[in-house]
C-alpha cells in the first residue's frame, strides 16, 4: 500500500484537516495553530503595507522631482570678466536652447534666470528663489501647470508673478494681491549698489506637492527677470526636459556636445543623487527586517507542529503499523503545517492590500484620533502618506512567506515521519 500510495493523496489531506481542527481535549494544539495563523497574517500585512509605502514615498518624490524641475541643467563654466567677477551666464541662449532641443530625446530646452531675494507683503517676509521662465516654457512643467491644483489663470503669467503655496500662505497672498521682490543686488549708482525692489502682481498661485518646492520657489517672465536681476541679454541656464527621465546618462553626452564646450550639464540623478541612494538602502534594510519578522512568525509553525507531533504519537504509530509510509506521515503534517502558512499568508495580502488602497481614510482617521499634526510637510517634504501597491512587491511577500513556510514546515515533519511505531506504541 505504502508503494502504491500517490503522494498527497486524500485521505492524507484528510487526517491532516482533522489534526489542525483537534480540540485541545482532543490531544489538537488549535491554540498554537490560531496564534501561527495570527503571526503569519500580521507579518505578511506589515510587509506588504510597508513596501507599499516605501513605493508610494519613491514615486512620490520622483514624481515632484521630474514634474517641477528640470530633467538636465545645462549651464556654462565661469569666464573671468575684466573686472575680476566670473561669469557664468549664457549670452547665446537662444541659439543653445534650439540646439538641444534637436537632440534626439529631448521635449524641451528653456532658458532660465535664477536669482534668490526677499519677497515682502504688507508685515509678511519670506526669502525665495526666483526663476524667470517663459510662458510657453511654464506649462511645460505638470506639476507647476497642474490646474487641479493651482489658482488663478496662467495665460495671465506674462502680466505678474506665479508663486509656489507655500509661499502664499507665508505671505499671506492671494491671487490678485501685489507682492514686492527686494533684490540687494539692485541699481549701480556713483554711491554704490542700491536695492532693487518691485512690485509684482500675483497672477497664479501652484502647488507642486512638495514642501520645499512651493515654500520657496516663485515664477516671473523671462525678461522680467533679467531686468531685475541686471541679466540683460543674458540667461544663467537652460531647463532641458526628456522623454524619459530614467534614461537621461545615455543623453548626457549628446547634450554635452550640443550645448558647447563651455557648457556643462547636471542631471537630476546627480542632483537627488543623496536622495535616491538613501531610499535604496531604507529599502534594503527595511526588507531585511521585515524578512526576520516573516520568519519569527513561521518558527511558531515549527512550534505547534512539534506539540502536535508529540500529542499524535500513539497515532503515528498505529498509522505506521496499518501501512502508511514515512512519506505519507511527513506528507500529512507538512500539510498541517502549510496550510497555517497558506492561510495566515492569504489574509495578511488581504489585509496588506486593503491596507494600500485606503490608505488615505486610515491616514485621515487616526489624524483625527491623534488631534491632528500627526504629519508635518516641513520635516517630511510631501504633504500626505503615500502608498502605491505593485504586484511585483505583492509576489515578494507572497513568495518569502511561503517559501519560509514550508521550509520550516519540513523539520518537524521529518521527525514524525522517522519515529518508531514500536516505540511510539509502547506505552500506550
Known sequence: MANSTAPFAAFEWMIAWRYLRARRAEGGVSVMTWISLIGITLAVFA??????VRS?????????????????????????TETGQIDRTIPDYTEMAQRLAAVPGVTRAAPLVRGQVMSNLRQSNAGVEVFGIALEDLKGLPRIADPDTSLGNIDAFPQGIAIGSGVARE???????????????????????????????????????????????????????????????????????????????????????AAGERAQTWTWRESSSGFLRALEVEDNVMFIILSILVLIAAMNIVSGLIMLVKNKGRDIGILRTIGLSEGSILRIFFICGAFTGLIGTGLGVIIGCLFAIYIDPIFSFVNVVMGGGVWDPSIRGIYALPAELHLSDVLKAVSLSLGLSFIVTIFPARRAARMNPVEALRYE
Request: glycine share 8%.
Open 56 to 80: 508610494g514615498f519613491r514615486a512620490e518624490f520622483v514624481d515632484t522631482i521630474l514634474g517641477a524641475n528640470a530633467h538636465v541643467t545645462v549651464y556654462n563654466l565661469g569666464v573671468t
Open 171 to 257: 505671505l499671506g497672498a492671494d491671487v490678485g494681491d501685489r507682492i514686492k521682490l527686494i533684490s540687494p543686488n539692485g541699481v549701480k549708482t556713483a554711491f554704490g549698489t542700491s536695492p532693487r525692489v518691485n512690485a509684482y502682481e500675483v497672477v497664479y498661485i501652484f502647488s507642486a506637492g512638495r514642501y520645499d518646492i512651493d515654500r520657496t520657489r516663485v515664477y516671473l517672465p523671462l525678461t522680467e527677470a533679467q531686468s531685475f536681476f541686471n541679466r540683460e541679454g543674458v540667461a544663467t541656464e537652460i531647463e532641458v526636459m526628456v522623454e524619459d527621465p530614467d534614461a537621461v546618462d545615455t543623453l548626457t553626452q549628446s547634450l554635452q556636445m
Open 47 to 52: 510587509l506588504i503595507a510597508t513596501l507599499a
